[in-house]
């Protein structure tokens, strides 16, 4: 029998709901540790017997998931970045303090690490400085409750505007505004400014990090840490390594991960790197189910059914629904750049959802602006309630485009979404980017609020049968060939062929040359 466990009665809750299996905490269970993860099993059950021996009351059901070099690749020079020390950091900078860089200095002040805070102009340093010190009140008020104050204090955190103020740190994280243009004026900045053996970071959600590391002195020394938002509460550091990376800048990012009490998986670098390259497919099923007659709450409410901490659209509002919006301005998708003529709900030839461009041209950001595909009692507010605005605009929009509707069912929904996610999880593989399925899986259960229990996107692929995940993306796409993300991606067609071996085998079957597995 399976028993979805962890520290406390209240997490395993939250973390196991909707599971079918029986839940507990470690102190109803103590020795009994049994969980349906494909790996590793054995080594979390001597884990958590030893944790459990020495009563540490801390004692994880994923600790060892940060003990294990997640994202094992070799160096073109032949090296591994986990055999080659870190450099110690002794302070950082962020620059940005917006959702996420006020997250991030939270987290770096929280692991004793002093922080220089950099923003642009004096109004918004002043907001920075807010948000930050409300996080690190928030974080000496859980020191006070575990009875650690004083004696378990916060670094320090210096605002500033001006970049000398960079001069003496280990190591800066840039988190901008998602513009290639910024990023390379920030990058260029950084290297005539900081020390020469300065890490030079920047959390950018998919930008090239090549193109970035190119206006620097040291393009060894850049490398990407993109944390996951909130950025002081989620786990999840990925590091993404550019190609000149060096193994000792991945060794100090992927420590530095450790010391912030997060878990790092290291990845290559493509356009979103690994989890927002997956997501991409999954979030655009979300909008064309929309187009179709669904609502954000059915389609949230699917997919929260399913265990995930949030549905596609309460997690867009929480994220901001201008990172995507910029990104696709860049990409000439979305904004003046698209040709005059293009049709509204196309782009290169393939099926396009203009809706959260939409959104964005109306002001609707998600919880910052207090609107976004939901409305939120205040700007910044949490609490997601249905907008009869958002309804409203949905049926006009439906109207105009003549969309067919096509009623949904909740497992209509979970189909769409999670096997256009997993199908990516497969082209990922194949290009090498992330070392292996259990990485994906460690960066979905840990950055995006994936079910735990269900074991991470391409475990559960697993699970359903990759032979069934095929049918049904076969089937969809042609129906939809304007939707080649649907296409089953060539590692799936050649799993389901050779008989769907076990996950720990799926690495031997990549077969790809330039593959890095
Ligand atoms: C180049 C672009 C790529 C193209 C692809 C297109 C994509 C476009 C959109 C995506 C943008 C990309 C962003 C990105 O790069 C990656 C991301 O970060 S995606 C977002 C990932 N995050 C999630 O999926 C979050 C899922 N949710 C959760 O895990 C939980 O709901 C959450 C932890 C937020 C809350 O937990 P819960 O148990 O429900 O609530 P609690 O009340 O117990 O809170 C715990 C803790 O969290 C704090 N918190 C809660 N809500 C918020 C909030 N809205 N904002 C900030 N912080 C929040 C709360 O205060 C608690 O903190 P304590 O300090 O412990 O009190
Ligand atoms: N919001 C999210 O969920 C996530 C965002 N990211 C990435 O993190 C980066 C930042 O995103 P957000 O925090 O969401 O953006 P945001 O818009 O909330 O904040 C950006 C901040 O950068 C500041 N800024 C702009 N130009 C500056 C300059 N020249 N010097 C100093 N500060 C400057 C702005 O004033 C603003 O406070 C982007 O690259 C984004 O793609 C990565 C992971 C998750």
Redesign the pocket.
Known sequence: MDIFLETTMEKAK?QYRGAQAPIACIEAVKGAVQKPYQQGIEKERQLFQSLWATGQPQAQQYAFFSERNVGKWTHPSGGRWDTVAPKPVHTAAVIGLGTMGRGIVTSLAKAHIPVVALEQDAQQLEIGKKAVNGLLE?EAE?LIKQGLAPGSTLASVRFTLDFADLRDADLVIEAVY?NMELKKEIFRKLTSVCKPDAFLCTNT??LNIDEIASVTKNPHLVIGT?F???A???KLLEVVRGHHTSLTTIATAMNLGKTLGKVSVLVGNCP?FV??RL??PY?DQASYLLEEGCYPEDVDKALEDFGF??GPFR??D??GLD??WR?RMERGLAGNKVPLGTPARQREGKRYCPLADLLCENGRLG?KTGKGWYQYEKLGG?IAQPDPWVKDFLQKYRNTHQIKQRPATPEMILECCLYALVNEGFHVLEDGIASGPEDIDVIYNN???WPKYRGGPMYYASTVGLTKVLDVLDKYYKENPDVPSMKPAFLLKKLAMVGEPPLKEWRTQVGNPDSKL
């Open positions: 939250k928030r859980k998602e959600s998919g993109h996951f938002s909130p002081n509460i989620m979103s989890g927002n997501l991409s979030l901490a949030m997690m867009m929480l994220a990172i995507g990104s919880q949490r950055g995006y609020g």
